[in-house]
């Protein structure tokens, strides 16, 4: 699998073996995706936004199956980048780096 994000705000799951969309309509966010990474079990996907928001998808699941970080930062989230499968570390525009226990619901 990999993954796209775009400057229009949607980030595409794609299944790499098949070149065919996994996960798409990924619109969560209410500005353009700086940043996108991976779970190391490959389980989870993360964006990061202008918006100030970092949402992270559980990809083996439905679309509405995400947790949202809101206000990550005091500006954008320009990086992010996984610990391990459930630690999320993400940089701001505030020049600030947080550490984020990641839940799923």
């Given at each position: 699998?990999?993954a796209?994000?775009?400057?229009?705000?949607?980030?595409?799951?794609w299944?790499?073996?098949?070149?065919?969309?996994?996960l798409?309509?990924?619109?969560?966010?209410?500005a353009?995706?700086?940043?996108?990474a991976?779970?190391?079990?490959?389980?989870?996907?993360?964006?990061?936004?202008?918006?100030?928001?970092?949402?992270?998808?559980?990809i083996?699941?439905?679309?509405a199956?995400?947790?949202?970080?809101?206000?990550a930062?005091l500006?954008?989230?320009?990086g992010?980048?996984f610990?391990?499968?459930?630690i999320l570390?993400?940089?701001g525009?505030?020049?600030?780096?947080?550490?984020?226990?990641?839940v799923?619901?």
């Amino acid at each position: 699998m990999f993954a796209s994000a775009d400057t229009n705000r949607e980030a595409v799951v794609w299944d790499r073996a098949s070149r065919e969309v996994k996960l798409k309509n990924m619109l969560y966010h209410t500005a353009r995706i700086n940043s996108l990474a991976w779970s190391p079990d490959s389980r989870l996907v993360a964006t990061g936004s202008l918006d100030t928001c970092a949402i992270v998808y559980e990809i083996d699941k439905p679309v509405a199956s995400r947790v949202t970080i809101k206000g990550a930062h005091l500006g954008g989230v320009h990086g992010l980048t996984f610990l391990d499968n459930d630690i999320l570390v993400t940089a701001g525009e505030d020049a600030c780096i947080r550490v984020w226990k990641v839940v799923q619901q």
